[in-house]
């Protein structure tokens, strides 16, 4: 296979008891499907730091106490030449009220109602894992947005 170029972006868990905040992607890539929030790694920052910048953009919330990685995931898609390595981290806690931004309308879910047909199809293999606390490793290749020819997904204890 061709060298990839590699984009690093982030998604963060925010998670409250039984329920779990989701946004509604208005625009960009993934736009229509729901999705935790988060976004590329700007040059210069820690991808913890962009987590929490992301969080802060697109949900209106404040994130306290910091993130902490849960997850590492790599996606592929047939035919293009870019890898997207997703760091997935949850927010140790967060303040505030979610409001709607340009990018995403923010919504919380119970657990049992999250809209995995709404989403990108590998969240239905990995969220269970984020859901109860485990960690986890991924590589997921598309075909287009909605089709996954091939994925590995393991728990692991740490990065
Ligand atoms: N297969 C997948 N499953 C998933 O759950 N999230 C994915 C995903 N592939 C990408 N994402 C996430 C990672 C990241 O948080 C987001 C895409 O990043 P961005 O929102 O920065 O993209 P945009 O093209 O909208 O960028 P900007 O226009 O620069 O804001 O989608």
Request: no cysteine; proline share 3%.
């Amino acid at each position: 296979m061709a060298n990839l170029t590699r984009k690093l972006l982030t998604l963060a868990l925010i998670k409250d008891g039984q329920r779990v905040l989701l946004g509604y992607k208005k625009r960009g890539f993934g736009e229509g499907k729901w999705n935790m929030f988060g976004g590329k790694v700007e040059k210069g920052e820690t991808p913890e730091y962009a987590a929490i910048r992301e969080v802060k953009e697109e949900s209106g919330l404040e994130v306290i106490g910091g993130v902490e990685q849960i997850g590492d995931l790599e996606f592929t898609f047939d035919g293009e030449d870019f890898l997207m390595h997703v760091l997935v981290f949850q927010a140790r806690g967060f303040s505030g009220t979610p409001a709607e931004s340009e990018e995403m309308r923010p919504q919380w879910y119970q657990i049992e109602d999250i809209p995995y047909s709404k989403m990108w199809k590998d969240d239905e293999f990995w969220y269970p894992i984020a859901l109860r606390g485990g960690k986890f490793k991924g590589k997921f290749h598309f075909q287009g947005h909605e089709v996954i020819l091939n994925h590995t997904l393991e728990e692991v204890e740490h990065f």
